[in-house]
């Protein structure tokens, strides 16, 4: 089996798919000629062509919303918006019309998009290029949002966003593109959207991540003997695994780049709170970002969770 | 019954300087003798910086930095019709509209290290943050501009911005609402032909960028961005236009984006040598010191000496902010609101 990056492992998906479904289309900037500025797309247009590979203006609203009229007309497409820091300009056009198309005509119209989009710090890269604000697109019932941590699970859940019938955002931790191989197998594999995955087992505590968060998060626990979630999905997340673990563990720690308020470990907290308090034997912990703005380069060290971090919080509640 | 044609616009296009150096002078703005050694000297720095930044890019120490080289015209020749009361509502590659108006050169490599710091506008300067988000701060321009109008200031407003940002939505919003509110706002578009891999052609239908103004009440004009006597013209006519009750104008300024989109780019993988080659031909700099010499403004001596003066003055920017202490993790937390939550006091404590 080859061992591939995130980006070819992505790249490798949108092949297999398009292959497969020419409802599959792709539309973005800089996507055709140029590959995409991470060049996940590379080699698309010259295999697909302009039809189903299409380069837009820069206009992030009237990507996500063309694909929304693609996808009530019976194509599937795919929108890549090229930093999670410009999705924002496209929030109304996701939250007011794909997130509710399917109710708001009774499911006469769905709304099979997915919307690909880099995410997340740690490549020193200007403003507005390092977003972590996932939980704003929890918020919206109707979309499902997607976090792989690895090349597999990159093709996987890819593989199964462009199946789902209803909108998914697919968050790609810019850091990891080309950080990790692993093997990926070629043909079909897909990894279920909602569920999580238990990546280590442990006894002591429930450590719960996403995305890049996670490999630091492997890194953080070494001799603890630490059970590791990833969620892959956050909406709707597999609240069934968390709960299993943390029964089992009693303790837990939630990992994540996005700033600490409001931030999506709080769901997660709250619902451990809600279901399963009688098994804690400590307090929830968070170890996040802080709540100021995604700063610059120079600060950025400072900003993200680091594995130092991880484990004074996996000490803390250990000791509680 | 016929159809009766119920209006008819007509997009001009301004050039003065040509590509060997010859004036129109009928068209020739007032400008001094020392005023266009002044020109030649800013556009000389730009590209002098340009040309470092990059290098200290490939050295590591500068974060992703977007070239301006080729459109050192557009920008001086703009910036050179600005008052100091103006303000000036910046994209993210207008480098030497800020040195023209004074922006300390230190703080410009501070911000493209990866320092907010060197965000910070000097008090006696009216210029927003850079902006990163393509587009999105037209609308602030309207707003500045509105507020302008509102206190009856005699002040102008730019909004620069790039080929790209004429297709989002932004653009359309604040192009409408200026010119609906006939407001004191000029936008300056540096048309240089590429918003990464796409090609203006590629972004709009529209012939020119200049007529979409037409669409929203006011007027367009496209002009040489390479020629600095017909941005300059054109800037000073808008401006005074703005300050004047006349309302907005757009001003397509035609120029070439002669490097990579970043230092993250490659724009070999979309574009030919040829193009390139052909825009090496209308430099800017290039044609401005062909003109001086016809009018005996240039001397190896003096071309010489104000290469130096663009080195030494980048050399001693590059000293200043290298020198500067690094920032501290406190100043995360410093400019996140004037009054911290009690979380964000408790985080600023424990990093
Ligand atoms: C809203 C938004 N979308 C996408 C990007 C990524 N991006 C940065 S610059 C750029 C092209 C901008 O082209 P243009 O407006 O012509 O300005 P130029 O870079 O040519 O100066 C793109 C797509 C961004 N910064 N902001």
Not at chain 1, 113 to 130: C, D, F, N, Q
Not at chain 2, 131 to 143: E, F, K, Q, R
Request: one cysteine or more.
């Amino acid at each position: 089996m080859p061992l591939l990056n995130m980006v070819q492992a992505i790249n490798l998906a949108l092949n297999e798919e398009m292959e497969r479904d020419d409802r599959v289309v792709l539309l973005g900037e800089d996507v055709g000629r140029d590959g995409g500025v991470f060049r996940i797309t590379e080699g698309l247009l010259e295999r697909f062509g302009s039809e189903r590979l299409i380069d837009t203006p820069l206009s992030e609203s009237a990507i996500v919303g063309a694909a929304i009229g693609m996808a009530v007309y019976g194509l599937r497409p795919i929108a890549e918006i090229q930093f999670m820091g410009f999705l924002y300009a496209a929030f109304d056009q996701l939250f007011t019309h794909a997130a509710r198309l399917r109710s708001r005509s009774r499911s006469r119209y769905t709304c099979p998009l997915v919307v690909r989009t880099p995410y997340g710090g740690g490549i020193k890269a200007p403003e507005m290029h390092e977003e972590s604000t996932e939980a704003f697109f929890c918020h919206m019932p109707g979309v499902k949002v997607v976090v792989p941590s690895g090349p597999y699970t990159a093709k996987g859940l890819l593989t199964a966003a462009i199946r789902d019938p209803d909108p998914v955002l697919f968050l790609e931790p810019t850091r990891l593109y080309r950080l990790i191989r692993e093997e990926v197998p070629a043909g079909d594999y897909i990894v279920p959207l909602g569920r999580a995955q238990v990546v280590r087992e442990g006894d002591d505590v429930t450590l719960i991540a996403w995305g890049s968060m996670l490999e630091w998060v492997l890194k953080a626990v070494g001799e603890y003997s630490a059970e590791v979630i990833d969620l892959l999905t956050l909406n709707p997340f597999d609240a069934e695994t968390v709960l299993a673990s943390v029964r089992k563990t009693g303790r837990v720690v939630i990992v994540h780049e996005a700033v600490k308020s409001c931030g999506f470990g709080a769901e997660i907290a709250a619902t451990i709170a809600e279901e399963a308090i009688l098994h804690l034997r400590g307090p929830i912990l968070r170890v996040t970002a802080p709540d100021v703005t995604v700063p610059l380069a120079k600060l950025l060290d400072h900003y993200l969770p680091s594995a130092e971090r991880i484990r004074a919080a996996l000490d803390e509640v250990l000791q509680y | 019954m016929p159809e009766d044609i119920i209006s008819t616009y007509a997009v001009k296009r301004l050039h003065i300087l040509d590509e060997s150096g010859i004036v129109d002078d009928a068209l020739m703005p007032a400008v001094t003798e020392s005023d266009i050694r002044r020109m030649y000297e800013l556009m000389v720095l730009a590209r002098t910086f340009d040309e470092r930044a990059l290098a200290l890019q490939r050295e590591g120490r500068l974060g992703t930095y977007p070239p301006i080289m080729g459109q050192e015209a557009a920008q001086v020749g703009s910036a050179f019709a600005l008052h100091p009361t103006d303000w000036v509502i910046p994209s993210f590659r207008e480098m030497a509209v800020h040195f023209t108006l004074g922006y300390p050169i230190h703080l410009m490599l501070q911000y493209w290290g990866g320092d907010e710091r060197g965000q910070r506008t000097p008090d006696n300067l009216n210029i927003l943050p850079i902006c990163v988000s393509v587009g999105t701060h037209i609308p602030h321009a309207v707003g500045v501009a509105m507020a302008a109008k509102y206190r009856r200031d005699p002040v102008a407003v730019v909004a620069y911005f790039g080929d790209g940002a004429t297709s989002k939505g932004e653009f359309h919003e604040g192009f409408n609402m200026a010119g609906l509110f006939r407001l004191p706002v000029v936008f300056i578009c540096q048309n240089n032909q590429w918003a990464i891999s796409i090609p203006v052609q590629g972004q709009t239908a529209s012939a020119t960028l200049a007529q979409k103004a037409f669409a929203y009440g006011f007027e367009g004009v496209q002009v040489d961005g390479n020629d600095v006597f017909a941005v300059y013209r054109a800037a000073s006519e808008a401006l005074d236009k703005a300050r004047s009750g006349g309302g907005p104008t757009f001003i397509e300024c035609l120029t070439y984006r002669m490097a990579d989109h970043t230092t993250s780019d490659d724009a070999s993988r979309y574009r030919s040598p040829e193009e390139v080659a052909s825009w090496r031909g209308k430099d800017p700099i290039l044609r401005l010191e062909r003109f001086m010499a016809s009018r005996g403004l240039m001397s190896d001596e003096y071309a010489r000496d104000v290469k130096q003066r663009a080195a030494d003055t980048i050399d001693e920017a590059v000293r200043a902010e290298e020198a500067a202490p690094p920032p501290t993790a406190a100043d995360m937390f410093d400019h996140a609101c004037a009054t911290l939550g009690q979380r964000q006091a408790a985080q600023r404590k424990e990093l």
